[in-house]
């Protein structure tokens, strides 16, 4: 059979998607509140304003991120006054709320829009297609799904609406599979595996588009190679049907990356041990509240205070709250990339039960580590951008990973081996962000094994029994 990049669906340039409208703000239905006139309905004036507030609050949102949000900032933006605002939304939230809720009911329509996935190439068609669908929407809308997990940790409206979205979600994505892929893994995990792969792949592409445009993937290598991972992950090698397995096609050429270091800085070394624990009490405090408050709100005066130092103690040992961030930020990184790096050489067997326990042990050790450190990785993202250091940092780190994954990768001898260590660098992101997850789902190791053996490896999906969540 031919290969899966054969009948791409066409690709659409990113100015064409950027032209494209803003469909989920216009559907947002346009009423004035009380006390603001005895009757709701406005005309065309009233539409535009509320559409210019809609896409500065997008703009905003994806700047400063949820917490440091101002309905002032949204209102400067929008080139409107404050009465302007209150009349069509009550506060921040509510605004985010309606913007949150048309990007669920647009990733609905996506869904009942979705071909049945079947192991065969029209199935692989299908999937790719919801995948160009999901990619667009998630583009356009960037900043909501960046910003709904601070939103859910704050709002118990938005909370209890993602619980119930997640499972929604969760059964529509379910009923466009084909029976095959539960012969060996439930609907609920078969559906989280496409939700939690396809948010993740997303939200790392925009990332690099954001920080190093010139590191993204290109796009439709990307979805062609998600939509592989997914295929096999789902379906494994069985059905004479399926789409065959690509040959990888050659790596753009990237510049070297030093290699990553687990030491601490150089001015931690040089300091004495009463230095170090003073040093140490101010990242483990920042830490906290960076993870608590977000990187806008947090102030140096709140990590003094939960530091329990005085102010000149702070600045004995950092320049500002950036130049902590980055130190934590760093500690967390170099935390996360040792347990990464301890991946298992599994290249020879990968579907023996000996490599099975060896990857399940380095999962529950993995897993352990994010859910310490993951915390920290969230409020990177949004510290990204506005911190030239940090993002750079940010890239070198990325490309250092992606390229341990891509020598885990490489003895499989299938497939796009550099998009798909991008994929699994994305995959190994534990962060819960999104609209569309259950609760406890998101940090399911046994579907990260699952995905890493059947997506990745090719590992046959009749093994899938012993890593079942």
């Known amino acids: 059979m031919a290969s899966s990049s054969a009948a791409t669906p066409p690709k659409k340039t990113r100015a064409a998607r950027k032209a494209a409208p803003r469909s989920v703000i216009e559907v947002i239905g346009v009423q004035r509140r009380a006390p603001f006139g005895d009757n709701p309905a406005v005309g065309a004036r009233g539409t535009r304003t509320q559409h210019r507030i809609l896409r500065a609050a997008l703009d905003v949102f994806g700047e400063v991120g949820y917490h440091a949000c101002r309905v002032e900032r949204i209102t400067e933006a929008a080139g409107c006054s404050r009465p302007s605002f209150y009349q069509y939304f009550s506060s921040k939230e509510d605004l985010f709320r309606q913007l949150a809720g048309e990007v669920a009911r647009s990733l609905f329509g996506i869904i009942d829009g979705m071909g049945r996935v079947t ?27 960046a910003a709904f997990a601070a939103a859910e940790g704050s709002d118990d409206v938005v909370a209890s609406g993602a619980a119930r979205v997640g499972g929604r979600q969760i059964k529509s994505v379910a009923a466009k599979i084909d029976p095959e892929a539960f012969k060996t893994d439930t609907p609920e995990v078969v559906a989280g595996i496409l939700l939690n792969a396809v948010n993740r792949a997303n939200r790392y592409e925009q990332l690099l588009v ?18 592989d991972v997914l295929h096999r992950s789902l379906f494994g090698r069985r059905g004479v049907a399926m789409v065959a397995h690509r040959a990888g096609d050659a790596a753009p050429p990237r510049p070297p990356v030093p290699a990553a270091t687990t030491e601490p800085p150089a001015d931690a070394v040089r300091l004495g ?59 967390s990184g170099r935390r996360v990339f040792s347990a990464l790096s301890r991946l298992p050489d599994i290249a020879e067997q990968p579907g023996s039960p000996a490599s099975t326990r060896l990857l399940r042990k380095w999962m529950s050790d993995y897993s352990a580590t994010w859910a310490e450190e ?40 299938f497939g796009d081996t550099d998009m798909d260590a991008f994929l699994l660098l994305a995959l190994l992101d534990l962060t819960t962000y999104g609209p569309q997850y259950t609760p406890g789902f998101e940090h399911s190791a046994g579907v990260v094994v699952t995905v890493i053996r059947r997506g990745f490896l090719g590992v046959d999906a009749r093994f899938s029994k012993e890593i079942k969540p």
């Open 374 to 413: 993951g915390p920290i990785f969230r409020i990177w993202v949004e510290a990204l951008g506005r911190d030239q250091e940090l993002s750079d940092v940010t890239v070198r780190a990325m490309d250092a990973i992606r390229s341990t994954l891509a020598r885990f990768l490489e003895p499989r001898g």
């Open 273 to 331: 041990p009463a230095g170090r624990r003073t040093r140490t009490k101010i990242l483990d405090a920042g830490a906290v509240e960076f993870a608590a408050n977000g990187y806008h709100d947090t102030r140096v005066d709140d990590i003094v205070a939960a530091a329990d130092v005085s102010h000149g103690t702070f600045y004995r040992y950092f320049d500002n709250k950036d130049h902590v961030f980055r130190v934590i930020a760093g500690r």
């Open 119 to 145: 192991p065969d190439a029209a199935g692989w068609q299908a999937l790719r297609q919801w995948l160009e669908a999901y990619a667009d929407l998630y583009e356009e809308y960037q900043p909501v799904f």
């Open 210 to 227: 954001r920080i190093a445009p010139d590191r993204a993937p290109e796009r439709g290598r990307l979805l062609d190679s998600l939509t």
